[in-house]
């Protein structure tokens, strides 16, 4: 059965209309990386169709190729056959340099190890995706990005470096970078994965509040709490979509 017409039986999914554009749509999509002279085949047929507003946490064992397929999403890597089109987009039609540009209005992405510019402040940060997207007039993007650290709870940290604040604070400014360009699309891979249980909670609190705001969420998580506060959920094992599941809304 198709998975918006299981889901559509749900509370989560009641108003949705029948037929719904799709923000990402992944056809027959096959991934092999050359390992040790020969190629291996890391995701094998993978067809996927997410909407506008859910919240989807990707979840299985080490290894077997849930990063890939995020990266397959953001376009960061390519498939080696297949389709992936999200937002209406082709990524296989886009130049790099197009791509880059698509990404920028169309994905905000989160990683684990944050990768905030070392050497600049949480507001320079925030502020170079607006940069580069370029359709924010240049006075008004420092004021975006203090709006935005603000939502994030760190204000009072705008002008320090990424190495003078604690983890959890440069996840929540990569959040907040994440959303300078207002995407409406939200990646993250173990978002929470480098955090203590403590600052992991803030950080779920935020995703939470995203997905409050309808924004649409994909996210590689190996904890519970935020794999429970999806939509639905998709397990990856070996390669493949084992399990997709509506998951239990907190
Ligand atoms: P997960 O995120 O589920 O831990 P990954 O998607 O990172 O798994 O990796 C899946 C498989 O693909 C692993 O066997 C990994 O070694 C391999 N792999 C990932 N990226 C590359 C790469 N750039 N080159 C070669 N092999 C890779
Ligand atoms: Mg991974």
Redesign the pocket.
Known sequence: MEYAVRAACRVTYRNLPAVMKKIIELKQVYKA?P?AGSL?T?LHDINLQIFPGEFVAIV??????????LNLLTGIDHPSSGQVIVNGMALQNLSNEKLTQWRGANLGIVFQFFQLLPTLSLLQNVVLPMDFHGKLPKPQRQQRAMQLLDRVGLADAFDRLPSQVSGGQQQRAAIARALANDPPLIVADEPTGNLDAATSDDVFDLFAHLRDQGKTLVM?THNEVLANAASRKLE?RCGRIHTDTPAQAV
Not at 60 to 69: A, D, E, H, R, V
């Open positions: 990386y390992q291996q890391v299985g064992p080490s290894g077997n190729g849930k990063s890939t397929l590689v990856i």
